[in-house]
T-cell receptor, first 112, second 115 residues
Framework: DAKTTQPTSMDCAEGRAANLPCNHSTISGNEYVYWYRQIHSQGPQYIIHGLKNNETNEMASLIITEDRKSSTLILPHATLRDTAVYYCIVSGSGGSNYKLTFGKGTLLTVNP | GAGVSQSPSNKVTEKGKDVELRCDPISGHTALYWYRQSLGQGLEFLIYFQGNSAPDKSGLPSDRFSAERTGGSVSTLTIQRTQQEDSAVYLC?????????????FGSGTRLTVV
């Protein structure tokens, strides 16, 4: 699986957009970008995933660059409850690619 | 239930004792995973079950660790002769099938402390 690089930590003001970057320069053509988050003392929570097109759901938007070497997770109006560690994971889908490999992620702190 | 249920939520055990951790996945989810998260660390894959297929045990750190999944539903992770380095949060997740496209749903974990 391709490796990802994320900043260790970020801060965001409540109500503002939080933009979390992820570099995955070695991503291959059939690998998806997945985002999970882990709020303190809870299990990780699925947020969104994408292959090459931008994606949006009720939680967030995922912007993937045209060359697919990087992506950005956008929380449009961050709240205090969005304070969590955010994991960017790259993996194939299906077949033998059933494991998610979690790195250290980005600790996002949303400040009042 | 609506989510993945794990029990107990907390477990303190003496070094050398055996422990059993339970995971009740979402009904209908055929894939089940166990991960471990040590203090300040990322998640470490332990074992994967998919339907009636042989489990992927490649992440189990030693032969003191074992897991089973009965009837394709509930899973039990057993740690024999616990050591202090086994202290961690043990997380279970389930998925509709092995395709990552559907995403994992994690439980809240069991915090194991070996004293």
């Amino acid at each position: 699986d391709a490796k990802t690089t994320q900043p260790t930590s970020m801060d965001c003001a409540e109500g503002r957009a939080a933009n979390l970057p992820c570099n995955h320069s070695t991503i291959s053509g059939n690998e998806y970008v997945y985002w999970y988050r882990q709020i303190h003392s809870q299990g990780p929570q699925y947020i969104i995933h994408g292959l090459k097109n931008n994606e949006t759901n009720e939680m967030a938007s995922l912007i993937i660059t045209e060359d697919r070497k990087s992506s950005t997770l956008i929380l449009p109006h961050a709240t205090l409850r969005d304070t969590a560690v955010y994991y960017c994971i790259v993996s194939g889908s299906g077949g033998s690619n059933y494991k998610l490999t979690f790195g250290k992620g980005t600790l996002l702190t949303v400040n009042p | 239930g609506a989510g993945v249920s794990q029990s107990p939520s907390n477990k303190v055990t003496e070094k050398g004792k055996d422990v059993e951790l339970r995971c009740d996945p979402i009904s209908g989810h055929t894939a089940l995973y166990w991960y471990r998260q040590s203090l300040g660390q990322g998640l470490e894959f332990l074992i994967y079950f998919q339907g009636n297929s042989a489990p992927d045990k490649s992440g189990l750190p030693s032969d003191r660790f074992s897991a089973e999944r009965t009837g394709g539903s509930v899973s039990t992770l057993t740690i024999q002769r616990t050591q202090q380095e086994d202290s961690a949060v043990y997380l279970c997740a389930s998925s509709l099938d092995s395709n990552l496209y559907y995403g994992y749903t994690f439980g809240s974990g069991t915090r194991l402390t070996v004293v």
